[in-house]
Nanobody, 124 residues
Framework: QPQLVESGGGLVQPGGSLRLSCEAS????????VGWFRQAPGKEREGVAC????????DYADSVKGRFTISRDNAENMAYLQMNSLQPDDTGVYYC?????????????????WGQGTQVTVSL
């Protein structure tokens, strides 16, 4: 089972930025699609951004388009989520996920391997 560890979360003021990192261990991330998901208190987990194995296909949730950027470094076995212009609605636990198959839907149900999550809080 692939192991994924997220880092980079924290408390930031509205308008600020954070960069989340996802480190893969004991498997080669280059063969997996990667997704970033988030879950706010009392809400379902939702897809934020997903990227195919080569990076040729990238999908974003409408709410983050133009503000968030997903990327990957297969040589380093890492994936990233750059988050700019953060707003309070972006608050939640952010999860990195990976799967061998990507259906271009960036859906929770499409990913089988998950990290433990990192908390992002956007507040004054």
């Amino acid at each position: 089972q692939p192991q994924l560890v997220e880092s980079g979360g924290g408390l930031v003021q509205p308008g600020g930025s954070l960069r989340l990192s996802c480190e893969a261990s004991e498997f080669a991330l280059e063969y997996y699609a990667v997704g970033w998901f988030r879950q706010a208190p009392g809400k379902e987990r939702e897809g934020v951004a997903c990227i195919s194995t080569t990076g040729a296909t990238i999908d974003y949730a409408d709410s983050v388009k133009g503000r968030f950027t997903i990327s990957r470094d297969n040589a380093e076995n890492m994936a990233y989520l750059q988050m700019n212009s953060l707003q309070p609605d972006d608050t939640g636990v952010y999860y990195c996920a990976a799967d061998l198959w990507y259906s271009n839907n960036c859906a929770v149900s499409d990913f089988n391997s998950w990290g433990q999550g990192t908390q992002v809080t956007v507040s004054l």
